[in-house]
């Protein structure tokens, strides 16, 4: 509400400036009209302003001034060739045109400019493209590495040292099971940075206030502007609040499922029966299940199915079929 007010303050200020200034030149209708349209366009255009970025506006300031840098050092040797009024055509068109050039491409050149990259340039940091940064869960699961492999991902890969230390930790835990999994992690992390076509490299930032290891995850992606690979379904919506993109490696996997359409054959095993009576369950090679009509009496064998139908949940994909006998 508060913000609403403050945008018809604007608008009456620029036209209470107006007719001020109409009373002073004796045409106060004018001035009227001229402050009312000042103000409405002050208000529309600083609410377009609000939808674009930061480094969007500051990239497009700065190509506007090289593009008048550039057309004003083209037209000052013109100045002395040319008439007077060819030159004010040429000065017009060439500022007009660079300038609006500079700008566009400014603003579309800037998009990446943020004010912890703009700070990280300050230091003597690179400011990167495309980089992108690996978290514990997406490290020990290891599919990443076999997706890196076959040149599906591209750009630079920054692994944290916080990240490092938590995998160490969890190397050196008195549980096998973690023990087990954060070698598995070490020895993934070994295999990425051993690849050829992928650029690694391991940043010392870290944000001693901050306890938690996916909020640094979060706060270092900002810091970098970068993405962040991730299979942890928490840190993927912790990330997408605060504006920070993610890649889930689960969500690849399910997009990338073979597809199975209603009417195909299957040949299938039949694993264990279903939750409804009669029913048989089978798998795909992914890890799709398969739930069958009247395929009870099958378990422990290999039948001809035919796709009913395919449901998607939130889960997974599910298939429903029946016995190609039956059929």
């Known amino acids: 509400m508060l913000y609403i007010f403050a945008r018809i303050a604007v608008a009456i200020l620029f036209t209470t400036v107006g007719y001020l200034y109409g009373m002073k030149y004796g045409s106060t209708l004018y001035g009227v009209i001229a402050g009312l349209f000042f103000g409405i366009f002050s208000v529309l255009v ?40 060819a030159w004010t055509l040429s000065s017009f068109v060439l500022n007009t045109v660079l300038g609006f050039g500079g700008f566009l491409s400014g603003m579309s050149k800037g998009k990446n400019f943020t004010i912890p990259a703009i700070m ?68 993934i992390l070994h295999r990425i940075q ?26 270092l992606a900002r810091l970098f502007n970068a993405k962040v690979i991730t299979n942890d379904f928490n840190l993927n919506k912790v990330a997408q609040v605060q504006g920070v993109s993610v890649l889930n490696i689960n969500e690849l996997a399910s997009v990338i499922k073979p597809v199975v359409l209603p009417g195909e054959t299957l040949n299938l095993f039949i694993v264990k029966e279903g939750k409804e009576y009669n029913q048989g369950v089978a798998y795909l090679d ?42």
């Open 46 to 85: 600083e609410s377009r302003l609000k939808r674009i970025s930061f480094g969007s506006i500051l990239g497009g300031l700065l190509g506007l001034g090289i593009g008048l840098l550039y057309a004003n050092l083209l037209l000052f040797p013109l100045r002395y060739i040319v008439t007077d009024e």
């Open 120 to 187: 990280r340039l300050f230091k003597g940091h690179d400011m990167e493209e495309d980089l992108k940064i690996l978290d514990t869960s997406v490290i020990i699961d290891g599919r990443i590495a076999d997706i890196m492999e076959v040149g599906f991902l591209e750009g630079t890969f920054i692994i944290p040292q916080f990240i490092l230390q938590e995998l160490q930790h969890i190397a050196d835990s008195p549980d096998p099971m973690r023990r087990a999994k954060g070698r598995r992690g070490l020895d």
């Open 194 to 219: 051993k690849l050829s076509n992928v650029k690694v490299k391991i940043v010392e930032e870290d944000f001693p206030r901050i306890k938690e290891v996916d909020s640094k995850l979060v706060a």
């Open 286 to 327: 992914d890890g799709t299940m398969v739930v069958i009509e009247n395929a009870r009496k099958l378990i422990g064998k290999n039948a001809e199915i035919v796709v009913t139908s395919v449901l998607q949940t939130t889960a997974g994909r599910m298939i429903f079929g029946k016995l190609k006998d039956e059929e």
